[in-house]
DNA sequence: CGAGTTTGACCCGCGC
DNA sequence: GCGCGGGTCAAACTCG
C-alpha cells in the first residue's frame, strides 16, 4: 500500500517522491484508483442517473423530448384550468428553466463521465510513465556500467592502485583496535548526533553501528574477541554467531515519507525512537513470498529533509527491473567496501571502515562493521547539496584515465547473479586489489545516485550482497 | 474479502 | 534483578 502510494500523479510528474500522497485520495476520486474497477464505479454513476432519468428525465437521447412532452401535458391541465397568460409564460418560464435545469445536469453527467475517463487514462499514463522511469533508471545504470568497463583494466593502473591498497591495509594494521571508526565515521557522528550518549539521535544506523563503533565499551561487549590477538577463524566464528543480518544504511535528502526502490514493502512495525521526534516505521518486503528482507524508515532528528533508510537481509525472488538494473553499481560497490580487507586475516573487519575513510574520494560511503550488523551507510546528501563540486569530482574521476576495474568486470557478474539468484553459488570473490577502484566505483555510484529512488534500490542491493559475502566468509572460515 | 496499516503488548539484549 | 530501549508480533482496523 505504502509502495503503491509513492507511485502517484504528483510524484510521477514532478519526477520526485512528495510527502503525503494520501493527498491523492482526495485528488482523485476512489473510482480512478487502478486498483479497484474504474469503469465499475462509473457504471454505478450512470446507473444512479439512470434512476434519476426514469423518474424526471428520459436516458440520454431523449432527455428533451420527454420533457416536452411533460410540460405540454401539464400546460394542457392547466390551461382547462383557466389560468391567465401570464401564469402560462411563468410556467413556460419555470419549465425552460427545468429543461435548462436538466441540460445542466446532464451536461454535468456528461463531465463528470469524462473526467473519470481521465482520472482512469492519467492513471494509465502515471503506470507508463513509471515503468518508462524505471527502464530509463535501468539503461542508464547498465550505460554507466559499461563504460566504467570500456575504461577499465588497465595494468599499469591496477598495479599502481594494487600499491595504494596495499599501503593502506598497512597503514590501518598499524592502527590501534579501537581507532577502526573511520574518520568519515567520526565526522558524520559529530554533524549528525548532538549527543553521543544517547542512541537514536539520527537513525538506527547510527545508533547501533556507529555509537557502538565509538564507545569502546559497548564495542567491547560487542566483539570483545575483535581487539584482541584471537584469530580469524575464531573471528569468524564469533561473527557468524553474531551477526544477524549485514545491513545497509542510506541517507538521502527526499520530502517523501519512503524512497520507492521498486520492491514492495508491508509495514509491520512503528516506534518512536529515543532522541528524535520522528517515528521509526519497519517494513518487510512483500514481493518474495516469505522473503526475508527488511527495511527501516526514519526522517533525521536534525535534517528532517534527510530520510535514512536502513535495509537488511537479501531478497529471495527476482527484482524488479528497476532494482534489477541498479544491482550493477550497487555490486560494485559493495564488493570494494566489503571485500577489501577481508583476505588479510590479521584485522578482520574492523579495518575495513578505516580503509574506506581513508580513500577521499569515498566520501559518501561508510563501512562500518563493528556492531552485530555491518552496516554500510551512504550519506547521499552531500552530492545534492554541493552538486558542482561534486559532479566536477566525479566527472574527473570517471574521465578514460579513471579505471573501472574488475569489481564492475568479472566481480560484479558474479555477484551480480548472486544477488539475483540469491545465496547462489558465487559469492563474493575476495579479489586482492578491489580498493584500487574505490574513486571511480565511488564516483559513478555517486553520480548514479543522485537518484533519490535509486539510492533505495542501491541500499537493497548492497545489504543483500552484505549478508551473502559475510555468510560466505563465515562459512568458510568454520570449514 | 484480502492486503496493508495501526498500535499496544510482548520479547530480548544490554547497562546499571 | 530491574529498567530501558529496540525490534517484532498480532489483533483490530482501514481500504479498495
Ligand atoms: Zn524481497
Known amino acids: 500500500m505504502a509502495e503503491g502510494r509513492l507511485f502517484t500523479g504528483k510524484e510521477l510528474i514532478n519526477g520526485n517522491p512528495i510527502l503525503n500522497c494520501g493527498e491523492d485520495e482526495h485528488v482523485y476520486p476512489a473510482g480512478s484508483s487502478i486498483d479497484g474497477n474504474p469503469m465499475v464505479k462509473e457504471m454505478d454513476f450512470f446507473a444512479a ?23 405540454r401535458l401539464n400546460l394542457s391541465t392547466n390551461t382547462s384550468g383557466g389560468k391567465s397568460n401570464v401564469d402560462d409564460h411563468e410556467r413556460r418560464t419555470s419549465y425552460n428553466d427545468i429543461i435548462g435545469n436538466k441540460r445542466k445536469v446532464h451536461e454535468l453527467i456528461h463531465v463528470q463521465s469524462e473526467l473519470k475517463q ?33 575504461n577499465a583494466k588497465t595494468e599499469k593502473d591496477h598495479e599502481m592502485i594494487n600499491a595504494a591498497v596495499k599501503e593502506k591495509n598497512h597503514a590501518v594494521a598499524d592502527e590501534p583496535s579501537q581507532n577502526f571508526c573511520s574518520s568519515k565515521e567520526i565526522i558524520q557522528m559529530g554533524l549528525d548526533k548532538s549527543d553521543v550518549g544517547d542512541s537514536a539521535t539520527t ?32 573471528h569468524s566464528e564469533t561473527v557468524s554467531s553474531l551477526i544477524r543480518k549485514a545491513r545497509v544504511s542510506v541517507r538521502a535528502r527526499s520530502d517523501a515519507y519512503m524512497i520507492s526502490d521498486g520492491c514492495h514493502w508491508r509495514k509491520y512495525g512503528q516506534k518512536m525512537a529515543k532522541g528524535s521526534p520522528f517515528p521509526r516505521a ?33 531478497h529471495n525472488h527476482p527484482l524488479p527491473p528497476a532494482a534489477e538494473a541498479m544491482v550493477s553499481t550497487t555490486s560494485a560497490v559493495a564488493s570494494m567496501l566489503l571485500s577489501g580487507p577481508m583476505p588479510s586475516a590479521d584485522h578482520a573487519l574492523m579495518n575495513s571502515s578505516s580503509i574506506l575513510s581513508r580513500n577521499s574520494a569515498l566520501n ?12 554500510i551507510t ?55 586489489n578491489r580498493m584500487q577502484n574505490a574513486d571511480a566505483v565511488s564516483s559513478a555510484t ?10 533505495a534500490a542501491l541500499a537493497a542491493a548492497i545489504a543483500s550482497i552484505i549478508d551473502n559475502t559475510i555468510t560466505r566468509n563465515s562459512t568458510d572460515n568454520n570449514a
Not at 439512470?50 to 410540460?71: I, P, Q, R, W, Y
Not at 538506527?204 to 570483545?224: C, T, W, Y
Open 49 to 71: 442517473d439512470n434512476n434519476f432519468s426514469k423518474e424526471k428525465v428520459c436516458a440520454d437521447d431523449g432527455v428533451v423530448h420527454d420533457l416536452e412532452l411533460n410540460t
Open 118 to 150: 481521465m482520472h482512469v487514462e492519467n492513471k494509465r499514463l502515471r503506470d507508463m510513465l513509471n515503468q518508462m522511469n524505471n527502464n530509463y533508471n535501468g539503461l542508464k545504470m547498465h550505460l554507466a556500467t559499461l563504460m566504467q568497463i570500456r
Open 203 to 234: 537513525g538506527r544506523e547510527k545508533s547501533l553501528d556507529d555509537h557502538q563503533a565509538i564507545i569502546p565499551g559497548r564495542v567491547a561487549n560487542k566483539f570483545p574477541k575483535f581487539g584482541t590477538s584471537m584469530d580469524f577463524d575464531q
Open 282 to 314: 519497519y517494513y518487510r518486503c512483500t514481493m518474495g513470498s516469505s522473503c526475508p528482507v527488511r527495511k527501516q524508515v526514519q526522517r533525521c532528528a536534525e535534517d528532517r529533509s534527510i530520510l535514512i533508510t536502513t535495509y537488511e537481509g537479501c
Open 364 to 375: 559518501f560511503a561508510t563501512l562500518s562493521t563493528s556492531a552485530p550488523f555491518p552496516t
Open 378 to 432: 551512504l550519506d547521499l546528501t552531500q552530492s545534492h547539496n554541493s552538486s558542482d563540486q561534486f559532479q566536477r569530482e566525479t566527472r574527473g574521476v570517471i574521465s578514460p584515465n579513471t579505471l573501472f576495474p574488475q569489481v564492475f568486470g568479472q566481480s560484479l557478474h558474479n555477484q551480480y547473479s548472486n544477488y539475483l539468484g540469491l545465496h547462489g553459488s558465487q559469492g563474493m570473490q575476495a579479489a586482492p
Open 446 to 455: 555517486a553520480a548514479i545516485t543522485a537518484n533519490p529512488n535509486f539510492t
